[in-house]
């Protein structure tokens, strides 16, 4: 697998597109549309290769993991709702893990865990709303990256992972007793769009 | 009643579930979740198998578009059923919603390639569901087919914005699936990682809701080789509908799945 020598291929790959939406999206590409305006980036894919891909990815499931844990074992949350936020806390940290080790076998050096500031949250809405927020963007991180990946087994991968943190909002948003899935579709995101909603929890 | 192994994790909390997902022909139509893929030492050499018969991004936005109809019809039927009320209806109602929608959305695309959209077929071989209970763990197993199918074959597409439209619907399956779980009581509603289906599997799965006769296969289809009765017992011809008469399908050709090393999580 020549990761490493992919290079900086264009990718002929709509990131306008993508902020239509799913039903947009999909009548872009009827339209023979794999450009439209107001792109923010038109010219230079964020990524170079997978494994720069992965490592975006690995630098958002680090922060999962580590807020999961931190709301954890801050005494906010009990009964079916920890019950819950226990597993997706453990299961973000087999998306550490997995993805570390696939960044390793592929010859790459993995990320490290960053430091972050977690505010001091009071209620068991605020813990469930600021998970809900933080895995939606987890999703549309994923989704907004898919389209870089170059190896299919890779993007196989990394669309498994996105789903289970697809699954974590609905169920999130399940306990909070508000609709468990509003989209039809899962909204996508950029890059600069995720960094600019995680950069206030990152030291 | 099909019938779908919801996907969980092996063993108490978090089994070391494959990363890198192979074509993993499970063995058995009935065991169509469960220590399937990668992991990555064995990286090297790993091929995505190439599930057989979609060969072509329009023969992956049929193949959705099929599987859509079955979920927008079923909802349909399970929402004038009156067997749904409270906070479930008001899910399901939602969800069917989304199920038109993508239906809506993957009509038209089709369309607009030049394709001719897969129809909805006049009717469905759906089990008799006889209680709210019943409708949720049915639904539940179509949505984690959904989402699997989805897994198994939009890493095919070689369009890159249909690759991200049918992620996000992948996603939305996911959830509803998830959800119903949820309702179910099901104390792990979400397994750590995705499972794929393959194409086979799928059919496996959903061919005999198409009301296809002879075994889960669909006529001028080589068979899957699953008997019918793999699949949980003969399907009961629901609302009194009749025989589903099968319109035009997918354009799908019969190729091998690649089998893959399987080890155990």
Redesign the interface.
């Given at each position: 697998m020549d990761i490493q020598n992919e290079g900086v291929n264009r990718r002929d790959f709509a990131k306008g597109a993508l902020a239509l939406g799913g039903a947009g999206l999909l009548s872009a590409v009827a339209l023979g549309a794999s450009r439209s305006g107001g792109l923010v980036f038109a010219q230079n894919a964020p990524f170079k290769n997978d494994l720069e891909v992965l490592n975006y990815a690995l630098t958002l499931e680090y922060f999962e993991a580590t807020l999961y844990k931190t709301l954890n074992d801050s005494g906010k949350l009990q009964g079916k709702d920890l019950q819950y936020t226990q597993l997706f806390g453990q299961q973000e940290q087999a998306h550490v893990d997995a993805v570390k080790a696939t960044i390793e076998k592929l010859g790459g050096t993995p990320v490290t865990k960053g430091d972050y500031n977690f505010p001091t949250l009071n209620t068991r809405e605020d813990v469930l709303n600021l998970l809900n927020v933080v895995e939606q963007t987890g999703v549309g991180a994923y989704l907004g990256a898919a389209g870089y990946i170059q190896n299919k087994d890779i993007l196989a991968a990394a669309a498994s992972i996105m789903q289970v943190e697809a699954r974590h909002t609905a169920l999130i948003r399940y306990l909070l007793g508000i609709q468990p899935v509003p989209d039809a579709f899962t909204p996508a995101f950029t890059p600069a769009e995720v960094l600019a909603k995680v950069k206030p929890f990152f030291k | 009643m099909i019938n779908v192994i919801l996907p969980h994790d092996e063993g108490n909390?978090?089994s070391?579930?494959q990363?890198?997902?192979g074509s993993g022909v499970l063995a058995g139509a009935a065991a169509l979740f469960g220590a399937g893929g990668l992991t990555?030492?064995q990286?090297?050499g790993?091929?995505?198998a190439q599930a057989a018969g979609l060969n072509s991004d329009m023969d992956i936005l049929m193949f959705a578009l099929t599987l859509e109809h079955v979920e927008d019809a079923a909802y349909r039927a399970v929402n004038a059923s009156g067997l749904l009320s409270g906070k479930v209806a008001e899910?399901f109602k939602?969800?069917g919603?989304?199920e038109h929608?993508?239906v809506?959305?993957?009509t038209?695309?089709i369309?607009?390639?030049g394709g001719t959209p897969v129809a909805e077929q006049a009717s469905y071989s759906f089990p008799k569901l006889t209680s709210q209970d019943e409708v949720v763990k049915f639904f539940a197993q179509v949505e984690e087919v959904g989402?699997g199918a989805y897994?198994g074959a939009?890493?095919?597409l070689q369009?890159?914005?249909?690759?991200?439209?049918a992620?996000?619907?992948?996603?939305?399956e996911?959830?509803?699936?998830?959800?119903l779980r949820?309702v179910m009581g099901d104390?792990?509603?979400?397994?750590?990682?995705?499972?794929?289906l393959t194409y086979d599997q799928v059919i496996a799965a959903v061919g005999p809701l198409l009301a296809m006769s002879g075994g889960g296969s669909m006529p001028g289809m080589p068979t899957t080789g699953a008997p019918a009765t793999a699949l949980g017992g003969p399907l009961v011809l629901a609302l009194g509908l009749g025989a589903a008469a099968l319109g035009a399908m997918l354009r799908v050709r019969s190729r091998e799945t690649t089998s893959s090393d399987e080890s155990a999580s």
């Open positions: - | 909390g978090i070391r579930r990363f890198l997902i990555p030492g990286l090297g790993i091929k995505i899910y939602t969800f919603d989304h929608t993508h809506v959305a993957l038209d695309v369309t607009k390639l989402a897994l939009a890493p095919l369009n890159k914005d249909l690759l991200a439209a992620a996000a619907i992948h996603n939305v996911a959830q509803h699936a998830s959800v949820a104390a792990q509603p979400s397994p750590a990682f995705g499972s794929p």
